[in-house]
């Protein structure tokens, strides 16, 4: 992937990610983008609650992944790393 077109798209997943932090931090937790894979797989590391939360794969796919996908159809998934 051009270098360019990578920087874009981890601008515009950042972004994404930026929209649904307040909830996260909201109930003690947050969210670092980790990496964008080559074939389109966003990593992510929830933090502080979010981290143990026995919700957290609900919150990654079912929020995290939603938003993300919404913004940026290019992508495949949003995993933890």
Do not use: H
């Amino acid at each position: 992937m051009d270098e360019a077109i990578r920087q874009d798209f981890e601008k515009r997943i950042n972004e994404s990610i930026d929209m649904v932090r307040p909830y996260l931090v909201a109930d003690g937790g947050d969210i670092k983008f980790v990496e964008l894979t080559d074939d389109m797989v966003v990593k992510v590391e929830l933090l502080g609650a979010c981290g143990s939360c026995p919700y957290s794969l609900q919150t990654l796919k079912n929020g995290v992944e939603q938003a993300v996908k919404k913004q940026i159809p290019e992508v495949k998934e949003v995993v933890s790393a």
